[in-house]
């Protein structure tokens, strides 16, 4: 199915594919990683406690000053314009806008957000709010979390807090960021905050944050304009089987009941597949967990699709000689015993090629452009790419320059996978580079830099690495070379 041969794309010096005259060239943040000013008018969320719960972050590291955007939007927004983005994707900290996770909303919060996107206005960059990116409120979370139905009906209340007061201004909303990692690696594994390692709630999570995800989409619909466009950001798993054995092909299919379809099934399919329903049955019970109507309300039509891609996921059956590989890093298990993949735990992950970034994730660009292409067969979207990015290790050299020609070809083969997907006639929307800037990498703390744009994050200044540079030629352009 792959259309990508980056060996090509490297070496040609001829623009390949031209990306459509609209498409939005963009950069993604979210809110915990960036903003800092924890206690300035709100509460603390899951993120908060999480960070400063000795063990859990690389480092003690938390974001109580992040990178400080809540203090320096105006120029890191004149920083965006300087770099010629067209499009911004940030997220809304829920316990800035409505404290406590339920009740009215408070100004003080829906300021500093109607003054971030007027300022995003003002400089042409066209803002997409992601309403919920991991960090719930913890009040919310005292009272059950996500593995809790009412919180489902917390979320739409908050999201119609941020539609009324944002709603004429904000153009493209996406709902939830990767319910996969809230659900399974703040429940499952627990190496994300709340950090709770129960199996069935992690499952419980998944489908209340699918209910959440369709009640703010009736919510968003009735106060948004008609002219809205409403999303959700997806990590769906390119999952490839090691070897096409049947044993390999039957982990794939249970990592993708697990990893995608859990989330696909009811937002565009109709509801739960039986597969996911008959491996999980051992930790809940399906029928008592969905109610009628859950369904049709987590499919309610959506405009777009986010896809956030950072590498493929090879899967096998367990070995069965003793020389079984070392966990691949991206399998959600971090340093926990506790398994993300809930009536799967013993698939085993690999990695892809020995190509990897800083994360240790392997660099395989033909799985967004396989991702794309599947998405587009299966859904029939519109698609957007909401997350795609590297880290690695970035030196500031003697002249205060970062050079990073690393980060520059990951980012070129997986532009060229997304032209290559649009040339094979997907329609993808818009791209959003992980990230604007260096920022709080969750579990690894501040020990990861995704960003185009480097942070000291002792001055808090800002230089724009070789990336950032190459990636406003692109935008000029309009595409690669
Ligand atoms: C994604 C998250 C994002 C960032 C990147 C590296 O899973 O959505 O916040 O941490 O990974």
Excluded at 236 to 245: A, E, W
Excluded at 334 to 349: A, I, L, T
């Amino acid at each position: 199915m792959t259309t990508t041969d980056p060996t090509i794309v490297s070496h040609s010096s001829a623009p390949r594919v031209a990306f459509p005259p609209a498409f939005h060239w963009g950069t993604a943040t979210a809110a915990y990683q960036i903003e800092g000013a924890a206690d300035d008018g709100r509460t603390p969320s899951i993120w908060d406690v999480f960070s400063h719960t000795p063990g859990k972050v690389v480092n003690g590291d938390n974001g109580d000053i992040a990178v400080d955007h809540y203090h320096r939007f105006r120029e890191d927004v004149r920083m965006m314009a300087d770099l010629g983005l067209t499009s911004y994707r940030f997220s809304l900290s829920w316990s800035r806008i409505q404290p406590t996770g339920r009740g009215p909303a408070v100004e003080r919060g829906l300021d500093f957000y109607r003054a971030l996107v007027d300022a995003l206005l003002e400089h042409g960059i066209s803002p997409v709010a992601t309403l919920y990116h991991w960090d719930l409120p913890q009040e919310l979370e005292q009272a059950g979390g996500w593995p809790v139905r009412e919180t489902a009906y917390r979320f739409a209340e908050y999201a119609a807090h941020a539609a009324r007061a944002l709603g004429d201004r904000v153009p493209v909303w996406t709902t939830l960021n990767e319910p996969w990692c809230s659900a399974f690696l703040g429940y499952g594994s627990g190496v994300h905050a709340p950090g709770r390692t129960d199996p069935a709630d992690a499952l419980k999570a998944a489908h209340h944050l699918n209910l959440g995800h369709g009640l703010a989409v009736g919510a968003l619909r009735e106060l948004l304009p008609a002219s809205a466009q409403l999303a959700v950001s997806l990590n769906l798993h390119m999952v490839r089987p090691l070897t096409d054995s049947a044993e390999d092909l039957e982990a794939a299919r249970r990592i993708e009941a697990v990893g995608n379809r859990i989330w696909t099934g009811p937002m565009f399919n109709g509801g739960y597949p039986a597969d996911l329903k008959a491996d999980t049955a051992s930790f809940v019970d399906w029928d008592e967990l969905v109610r009628p109507g859950d369904e049709a309300e987590i499919g309610r039509p959506i405009d777009l699709l986010g896809l956030n891609y950072y590498n493929p996921t090879i899967v096998s059956a367990p070995q069965k000689d003793s020389e079984a590989p070392e966990p691949a890093r991206n399998d959600g298990h971090g340093n926990s015993p506790h398994s993300p993949w809930p009536g799967s735990e013993d698939v085993v992950f690999h990695l892809a090629n020995e190509d990897v970034t800083a994360m240790n994730w392997s660099i395989d660009a033909s799985g967004l452009s396989d991702s794309l292409i599947g998405m587009h067969h299966d859904f029939g979207l519109p698609l957007m790419v909401t997350e795609n990015g590297a880290a690695f290790e970035d030196v500031v050299g003697p002249d205060g320059t970062v050079d990073d020609p690393e980060r520059i070809r990951y980012l070129r083969l997986h532009l060229a996978a997304v032209a290559d997907a649009i040339a094979a006639g997907v329609d993808v929307r818009g791209y959003y580079l992980w990230s604007l800037m260096d920022n709080f990498e969750w579990a690894y703390g501040y020990s990861k830099r995704f960003g185009i744009v480097h942070v000291d994050f002792e001055t808090q200044r800002r230089t724009p690495k070789s990336s950032a540079h190459w990636y406003t030629e692109v935008i000029r352009r309009g595409g690669l070379d």
